[in-house]
């Protein structure tokens, strides 16, 4: 079963920052916070991942609340190849075997001209 | 950079064919998944293998069956394809316990 909660779309204007919610009220204390993004006839795309702490990359920044129940993935200067669909997801990081992920529906992020 | 491949980019069969759709990981990965991607619908997990010989169900094993001789190449066989198979068919692949890779993925149409 999902463990996320996304809005189904957003829009976005060039040039602004993008800001997709994801709650994840029953995270347990183990779990990571992945996001990954899917343009339109590819694979997705692994963006960034977060235990508690706020987390920053080349792509975006990652915002846990300090509760950990929600997050914030943030595209500083949206552009139009930012639309796609993204997705959050929350995995627990461990060695065993069986450690899938569990993509929904994800959030339709489309970035206007 | 990770590079997994599948086989073909769009597929065309008839029903009741065998069908076999491959994918190969260039990075020496012990985990290997397949899923489906129908709309509105999300990605749904088919099967995975976390080593060479091992598989696992997923969500939606029905209907498909898996096959990983190698490590770098995991397999997805439809034993006797059906109309609602069509789908877009994405493999990945992940070292341990870590982010997933995926393919370009396949668009499999069940005529």
């Known amino acids: 079963d999902a463990k996320t909660t996304q809005p189904p779309s957003m829009d976005c204007a060039e040039g602004r920052a993008a800001n997709l919610p994801c709650n994840h009220s029953t995270i347990s204390g183990n779990e990571y916070v992945y996001w990954y993004r899917q343009i339109h006839s590819q694979g997705p795309q692994y963006i960034i991942h977060g235990l508690k702490n706020n987390e920053t990359n080349e792509m975006a920044s990652l915002i846990i609340t300090e509760d950990r129940k929600s997050s914030t993935l943030i595209l500083p200067h949206a552009t139009l190849r930012d639309t796609a669909v993204y997705y959050c997801?929350?995995?627990?990081?461990?060695?065993?075997?069986?450690?899938?992920?569990?993509f929904g529906t994800g959030t339709s992020l489309t970035v206007i001209p | 950079d990770v590079k997994v491949t599948q086989s073909s980019r769009y597929l065309v069969k008839r029903t009741g064919e065998k069908v076999f759709l491959e994918c190969v990981q260039d990075?020496?990965?012990?985990?290997m998944f397949w899923y489906r991607q129908d709309p509105g619908l999300g990605l749904r997990l088919i099967y995975f293998s976390y080593d060479v010989k091992m598989k696992e169900k997923g969500d939606i094993p029905e209907g498909y069956s898996v096959s990983r001789e190698k490590k770098e190449r995991f397999s997805l066989i439809l034993e006797s394809a059906s109309t609602n198979q069509t789908s877009m068919y994405l493999c990945?692949?992940?070292?341990?316990?870590?982010?997933?890779?995926f393919g370009s993925g396949t668009q499999l149409s069940v005529l």
């Open positions: 990945a692949s992940s070292p341990r316990a870590e982010k997933l890779f």
């Open positions: 997801i929350v995995r627990a990081q461990t060695a065993n075997t069986g450690n899938q992920f569990y």
């Open positions: 990075m020496d990965h012990e985990n």
